[in-house]
């Protein structure tokens, strides 16, 4: 089996994303690390690491002889701007020393994941299509862009399999959200559930896609099984579930929750940060390169949600 390190391992995705590895390759296989602790459940190995220590980082690696990188340390969108110094940093320091420690350790595959934040105003809004402008205005979306590059390089340059997708907007019903811009979404679940109004920091009519936990650890595995003769692109894989607005999600969730009462109010730096994304994404070429398809649409999302939500209340 091989063994696996995954940096920002408390954060939202990869908190999940570790249990899901070490379901498939068995916990002492899985090394967690990030700069926050992460609980120690039923022998999960954590290690400390800021990802900027790039010597920490390879002794890491030659240590347990680690044959994969998930990389999912990073500052997100909406926490970005508030500190872009730190964002750029963290962003694009630590995925260069991500790929530089691959590439002198020899490790066999690295994910990092980009985002739909790598697009911009000047981007085809509808169906935006794999390969088109990136001009993004806000720090998040540019460090992405970079790292995208940065990744593309290492393939065709250094020899580095590194393989990523350009995520939507990510809802989860185990993790809370970190700072990002459709962080909205899970908020508005817990408020319902909690019986509380909600007050929406996007514009109602704000469409941006989305996607559920389950299916964004799906894509990330999956990619990373592909064969590498079939991908084309390797880096910055568009993929998406389905589109959403605020506004209907608040109506999704009343259909189960009646009394649900959500207000909208913009919140001008994420409303902007938003304003600059596409409506929705063309996921052709994930499609089929490597065989990606969503298990979850929006209703089957809420569902579920509206279901395994309650039990993790008192985490958010």
């Not at 099984?225 to 079939?230: G, H, L, P, V």
Request: proline fraction near 6%; charged fraction near 20%.
């Amino acid at each position: 089996m091989s063994t696996i390190l995954v940096t920002g391992a408390s954060g939202q995705i990869g908190s999940e994303l570790v249990r899901e590895l070490q379901q498939r390759v068995g916990i002492s296989s899985v090394i967690s690390t990030d700069i926050k602790p992460l609980p120690l459940e039923n022998g999960t190995i954590f290690k400390k690491l800021d990802v900027l220590d790039r010597r920490k980082f390879e002794e890491l690696v030659r240590e347990y002889h680690v044959e994969e990188i998930y990389h999912l340390a990073a500052i997100l969108s909406a926490a970005a701007e508030k500190n872009p110094i730190l964002a750029w940093n963290i962003n694009m320091t630590g995925t260069l020393n991500v790929l530089d420690v691959a590439r002198v350790c020899g490790v066999s595959k690295v994910f990092i994941p980009s985002s739909i934040a790598a697009f911009g105003p000047s981007t085809p809004l509808d169906h935006t299509p794999q390969t088109t402008i990136q001009r993004p205005n806000a720090i998040y979306g540019i460090t992405k862009v970079a790292g995208e590059l940065l990744g593309d390089y290492y393939v065709e340059k250094m020899g580095v399999d590194c393989r990523g997708v350009r995520y939507p907007g990510i809802i989860s019903y185990l993790t809370p959200p970190g700072g990002g811009t459709t962080d909205y979404a899970i908020d508005m679940f817990v408020s319902a559930l909690r019986k509380e109004p909600y007050t929406c920091y996007l514009s109602p009519d704000t469409s941006l896609d989305m996607m559920y936990m389950p299916d964004a650890l799906r894509a990330c595995i999956q990619l990373m099984d592909a064969d590498s003769t079939s991908l084309l692109h390797h880096n910055a894989f568009n993929v998406t579930a389905f589109q959403l607005t605020p506004a209907r999600l608040a109506a999704a969730i009343q259909e189960y929750i009646p009394s649900f009462v959500c207000a909208f109010e913009s919140d001008p730096v994420r409303q902007a940060i938003a304003d600059s994304w596409p409506n929705s994404m063309d996921d052709q070429a994930a499609r089929t390169e490597w065989g990606w398809e969503p298990r979850f649409d929006l209703d089957s999302m809420v569902q579920d949600m509206l279901q395994q939500l309650p039990a993790h209340l008192s985490l958010f």
